[in-house]
């Protein structure tokens, strides 16, 4: 920082042509300042060790100390007086003289053997030349600083004001190349460092120096700037560390006290984290706005203070999320079953109705909880398993508790690293569609394919979606995974119909798609590749359909007037239910490969097949069975009345530059099945 202010000085300043005598001039008389301080200070020190001597001698004890401190000081008289430059040329020359004479005189007085007597003279000697040489050296500077002053003050002053903040700058320039006179401690660097320290210490959060020295220079602007400073500082950390809506402290502060408790107790003790998520605060805010959910959240904090004889913290870590810290201190460890304990006070607590605005409403939450070091070792993994076992808890349901632990954690961050990995695969078009052929069996007929996503890496390697799609669905990735393979798989097929084929291409779209911008993704693919919208399925799994009713079915109104055909996918697990075929309008019904395999050994499920049969001829929908293996599955699907059938008996999915070859081959005959 000195030094930055030191480079910022010598930059600004020769800058300014007009002061560039001024700086010289100052710059000579501070160098002829510091030197001759420098010299005041070292005949001081000749005085004291020659005093210092003789009572060494006097006292009987061993002088050699005192003589060697003395020697030195001697030599940085010798030393300084080559650099005393003065205006006064015949003063500095008499007094020069004066010095080297005395000095020589000790010289002879402190040759072995040394004793008593001389060590006397020594002394006296030693203070003469302080007392007389050191007068000397003050008149010297003053009339030196007197005549440079009148020369300069004019100009000095204009200097001072123009440069503000600059001249304390050059100040610090001019008087670190003095470090060692006390002058320019005293006066310039202590001032400075304890400026630069605060200023320092509120540029990264500590709290800076209070005892900063106001002066009545620059220096004293410098500080009490750095006062007005330090109060915005202590303002907006306060703004950092609490949550302006539950005046709860916040996730920052969080962060901040588990560090310093860990810095305390680095490793014997332990202390508690729970994370209670309030689920219903998204829903409020959403129904009745955010300053009723704020307010919800108010009374959520305050029920959970005081929960408990151990000492609690509480945090608001995010919007729905509060944070309890139990800290016993390092005499006794806070259990699970601590934990346990607060826990369920805590949710039965929030389970108490809330009164906002004549609105009443209630609270469910979960907790996710850990001990420390346990469970994690570092605050960081601290804070990420307990918001997995958050997650876990929320996945059961409403009031449940989950403990977090080390391998939590690591799934996150494989879950984590998986995500990057995905995002960069996407860019570098590594997401490829793969296509089932969907036969008509009497007629030995390609109808169409499935699209099925593959992840082909650079290595070669084909990762199939269990690996990825549960990852892309947790993130905005499932959208641009869908729109690349997409908008692939329709150019493809459009150039496979332009060779005179009448295929069909289908397409499975996430249930976390089903919000607006699938319609963007499918027109787009539509319009780039100007297949024929009929052309097109979308294949949509049951429990997509289920939950959020009415979104949903505005959103398949939305594909369905694009010209789009609904698939109703994996039927006969899940939430089966055929209210779903009239509901949704659905213009396709997959039998899944469970149900396929079932029908061989279960006549119930070969009854319920046939009713299919029947019930989608009449409602005019296309049914495919899924999971056909073998000639068997084949046969038997044949026998209940399936037409359209997809499975390995067929084809596994295969890459588009295979897919012609294998229909040619297939509707020739040339092929087993
Ligand atoms: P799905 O929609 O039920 O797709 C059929 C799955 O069954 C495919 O697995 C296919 O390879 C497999 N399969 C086909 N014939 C047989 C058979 O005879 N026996 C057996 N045991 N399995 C057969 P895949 O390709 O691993 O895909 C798995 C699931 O991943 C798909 O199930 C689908 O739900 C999902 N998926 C694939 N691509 C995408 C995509 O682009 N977006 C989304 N959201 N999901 C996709
Ligand atoms: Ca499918
Ligand atoms: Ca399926």
Known sequence: MNLAIVLAGLVIVPSLDADRDIESDVLGRANRVAMTVVLQRALADVRRESTALQADLAAGADPGPALTRLQSARAIVRNQLAFLPSRNEAGVKALRQYIEDGDAQLEALLQPPLDAARAEQAA????????????????????????????????????????????????????????????????????????????????????????????????????????????QAEHIRRIAYLDPGSGLPNRNSLDAELREVRRLRPIDGTHGLLLIGVDTYVAIRSGFGTRL????????????????????????????????????????????????????????????????????????????????????????????????????ARSEGAGHLRFGERGHTHRLRRHLALTEQIRSGLRQGQFVPFFQ???????????????????????GRVTLPSEFIFVAEGSDLIADMTRAVLARACTTFRNWNDRGYELRVSFNLSAKLLSANVLDIVREALKESSINPAHLIAEVTETALVGNVDDVSLV???????????????????????????????????????????????????????????????????LISEGVETEDDMRLMQKLGVRLMQGFHFSRAMPEEQFLDWLRNYEAGILAA
């Open 124 to 231: 006296r000697l030693g203070a003469a030349l302080d007392d007389r040489a050191g007068r000397q050296l003050s008149m010297l500077m003053e009339r030196d600083n007197a005549e440079g002053l009148r020369d300069t003050s004019a100009e000095f002053t204009r200097l001072h004001r123009r440069l503000g903040i600059a001249l304390g700058a050059v100040l610090g320039a001019l008087l670190l190349s003095v470090t060692l006179s006390v002058f320019a401690y005293r006066r310039v660097l202590r001032p400075l460092g304890s400026v630069t320290g605060s200023l320092n210490a509120v540029l990264t959060g500590r709290q800076p120096n209070s005892n900063m020295i106001e002066t009545a220079d620059e220096f004293g602007d410098i500080v009490r700037a750095m006062r007005r400073i330090q109060a």
């Open 293 to 392: 959910a704020e307010a919800a959240m108010r009374t959520a904090g305050e029920r959970l203070r005081n929960l408990d004889v151990l000492p609690t913290q509480t945090f608001r870590v995010d919007a729905e999320t509060i944070a309890l810290l139990i800290d016993r201190g390092s005499t006794e460890a806070v259990t699970r079953v601590d934990l346990k304990r607060i826990a369920a006070e805590a949710l039965l607590r929030l389970a108490q109705p809330v009164e906002v605005d004549e609105q009443r409403f209630l609270l469910t939450a979960n907790a996710g909880g850990a001990v420390y070091p346990d469970d994690a070792r570092d605050p960081e993994e601290y804070v990420n398993v307990c918001l997995e076992a958050l997650r876990l």
């Open 437 to 459: 052929p969907i036969v008509d069996v009497a007629r030995r007929k390609v109808v169409g394919a499935e699209t099925l996503t593959r992840w082909r890496q650079p290595d």
């Open 556 to 622: 398949l109104d939305d594909l369905r007037n694009l010209g789009v055909t609904l698939s109703l996918d994996d039927f006969g697990t899940g939430y089966s239910s055929l209210t779903h075929l009239y509901r949704f309008d659905v213009g396709g019904l997959k039998i899944d490969p469970v149900l396929t395999r079932a029908a061989a050994q279960n006549r119930r499920v070969q009854e319920i097949i046939r009713s299919l049969v029947q019930l989608t001829s009449a409602l005019d929908i296309t």
